[in-house]
Each structure stands twice: as structure tokens, then as C-alpha cells.
């Protein structure tokens, strides 16, 4: 339904996340989906199914999760605050998650893709790779704007040559002492610093 909606048409600016986290894009299936913000702001609403193997301490709840996805909470607070609508931001920007995977350790833990074992962190990578190269393809995006270190070089590598710029802006997680320091302003001073926005 995000895609549908919202991924239909050439975009100007694509952010790229790392991959989804437990109570937001787990839940509902966009990234950084943050319950709210996709509820209220992007307007969609769905009926959430379950997946065959569901881990015990990451219970899939959809929008009846009751945890806020805090880096969402941010990312997609700052567009609203921003753009009249969700259809101003989604006209010229996008938002896909460069892994479109979760892994949970036993303890629920979010275990992210650059701490998987070598073996299968190659493995994933030339799939995810691929994934992006696609996505890439299709929007003709003029920027890849990485949330943070590891989507920056995940696109600096994967699209090099391609016409395209490559930036980045701090990801807002709340692990991230910075991020706990205004984020959105600094976010939106490292955006124009680029030259993405006015």
C-alpha cells in the first residue's frame, strides 16, 4: 500500500534507511514506521497479518503496536512539520530501507545487517545490492540520501557511476547521543548544507 501510493512515480530524493526495526516497519511494513505517523500523516491503515515462525519477545501486533519507533517518530515528525501533506513530501521524495529484512537475536535484540557473520552478510548484501540498484533505476533519483553512516556507504558503493549524488544526515536514533540534541534541526541544516533543500 506505501509503495502503491506513495513509490509510483520518479522522485527527486530518496532516503535510504538501514533495515526495519521491531516496532515500526516489523509492524506495518513502511520504513520507519512509526505507528502514528503512518497511521495519521501517510493515511494508511491495514489489517496486519502474521508471520508462520514469529519471534516470542518481538510479537508482531501490526497497528495495535503500542511501542513507539522513536527513530520514525523523528524522521517522519520532521516531513510533517515541513510539507502541508503527506502528497507534497511523496512528490519528490521516498523513503526504502536498503535491507528489507529483520533479524532478532534470542533476547529480541535487533541484530542489524553489518553485524552479521561475514558469510551471510556478503550473501545478503549482493541481494540487497541488487534491490537497490532496481529502486534506483526506476525513481531516477537525483539524491541518496543515507540516514545515517551505513546507508550512505551502502549507496555510495552500490550506485557509483550512477547519475546521482550521494549525501547523508544523522540517523535519529535515540542510541545516538547527537540524535538527542535536536535532530531535525540538525537534520534539516545537513539537507541544506547539501543543497537537497532550500
Known amino acids: 500500500m506505501y509503495l502503491r501510493r506513495y513509490g509510483n512515480s520518479r522522485k527527486r530524493v530518496l532516503f535510504l534507511g538501514m533495515n526495519p526495526g521491531p516496532f ?3 509492524q506495518v ?8 505517523a503512518v497511521r495519521n500523516w501517510l493515511k494508511i491503515e491495514a489489517k496486519i497479518g502474521k508471520p508462520a515462525s514469529e519471534h516470542p519477545r518481538r510479537l508482531i501486533t501490526g497497528f495495535n503496536c503500542t511501542r513507539s519507533e522513536v527513530s520514525g517518530e523523528r524522521l517522519w515528525g520532521l516531513f510533517a512539520k515541513r510539507f502541508a501533506s503527506a502528497e507534497e513530501f511523496f512528490s519528490e521524495h521516498l523513503v ?5 529484512l529483520a533479524f532478532l537475536e534470542e533476547s529480541g535484540r535487533n541484530r542489524t545487517p553489518d553485524k552479521l557473520p561475514v558469510a551471510e552478510r556478503t550473501a545478503l548484501y549482493g541481494v540487497c545490492n541488487a534491490h537497490l540498484r532496481e529502486v534506483v ?3 531516477k533519483p537525483e539524491w541518496i540520501i543515507g540516514v545515517g553512516d551505513f546507508a550512505m556507504k551502502r549507496a555510495a558503493e ?5 547519475n546521482c549524488r550521494i549525501g547523508r544526515i544523522l540517523h535519529p536514533s535515540p542510541a545516538s547521543p547527537l540524535a ?8 534539516t541544516a545537513q539537507l541544506q548544507e547539501l543543497g537537497v533543500w532550500r
Open 24 to 26: 515500526g516497519m516489523m
Open 29 to 36: 511494513g513502511v520504513p520507519f514506521g512509526e505507528i502514528g
Open 96 to 100: 526504502v530501507n536498503y535491507c528489507p
Open 137 to 139: 533505476a526506476t525513481l
Open 158 to 162: 552500490v550506485c557509483a557511476g550512477e
Open 180 to 187: 538527542n540534541r535536536g535532530w531535525a534541526a540538525q537534520a
